[in-house]
């Protein structure tokens, strides 16, 4: 048997879509065949224009609704508002690194709203769904700190490990139907965000930018190469693929090697 990854008539909801890995993963998405719905916390021009862009250059139908994901209600109203619910793509997230006696109580509360408990309000919506059509799938973006940990990001990497935790359970309540839950789990990844740091960090450090992607930015990923927002997208559509169809409940490391150390 081969297999063809083919998303025609599928609908897929992609979290904090308008720029990075989101928006990475919707084109490629959309580039199999499904239909897109992209979502952030803001309005503006330039959000619907990807959209209009996603769905003129690969003639699927795509749509923007703001959403905004420290919030349980939006949360659920993005899937509702949608109308229905193929692939589910959690991939908000927020970041602050501080040491834990210092860490700001309101960056704590917004990075477990968004980074965690968005995804169980969003999933909660879609597996009806998913039910009802008899078919579908949870992609939780986690992170190479979803598996391990860092000193200063004690929010963020409890989020990542607690995204890995919904992914497990959610497959488990799954695993007799056709729907499959898992988690993709980055290292650093080539950004606009991460590439507007790089002047910066050649400024603090007096460094090349070779040298700062090298010993700075890639020193744990064994690589020291980025991953691209297009293996991200790659990797999940590749979980929607039939050849996927019976790995579930598990994270998929694209890290460099990150977590072989």
């Known amino acids: 048997m081969s297999f063809e990854i083919s998303l025609s008539g599928k609908t897929a909801i992609v979290t904090g879509s308008n720029s990075g890995i989101g928006l990475g993963i919707a084109w490629e ?14 309005d503006t021009a330039e959000d619907h224009a990807l959209a209009k862009e996603i769905a ?10 703001q959403a905004d994901m420290s919030k349980p209600d939006d949360c659920r109203a993005l899937i509702t508002k949608a109308g229905n619910c193929d692939i589910l793509v959690n991939n908000a997230g927020i970041q602050h690194v501080a040491g834990i006696p210092d860490f700001p109580v309101e960056k704590w509360d917004a990075i477990i709203a968004i980074n965690l408990s968005s995804a169980f309000h969003t999933t909660a ?30 929010a963020y990497i409890a989020a990542k490990h607690g995204i890995v935790g919904l992914t497990k359970t959610t497959a488990l309540e799954t695993a007799k139907e056709p729907i499959t839950a898992n988690a993709i789990c980055p290292g650093y990844v080539l950004t606009p965000i991460v590439e507007k740091q790089i002047p910066d960090t050649m400024k603090e450090y007096d460094m090349t930018r070779e040298e700062v992607i090298e010993n700075v930015m890639l020193t744990r990923q064994p690589s020291k190469e980025f991953a691209t927002v297009e293996q991200m997208g790659g990797t999940a559509t590749f979980l929607c693929s039939d050849a996927a169809a019976q790995i ?14």
């Open 56 to 65: 003129q250059e690969t003639g699927v139908t795509a749509r923007y609704i």
């Open 248 to 261: 579930t409940g598990t994270t998929i490391s694209v890290d460099g090697g990150w977590t072989a150390l």
């Open 29 to 42: 998405l959309a580039r199999a065949g499904a239909d897109i719905v992209i979502n952030s916390f803001s």
């Open 125 to 154: 919506v879609a597996l009806p769904m998913m039910r009802a059509a008899g078919w579908g799938r949870v992609i939780n973006i986690a992170s190479a700190h979803g598996l391990t940990a860092s000193p200063y990001k004690s």
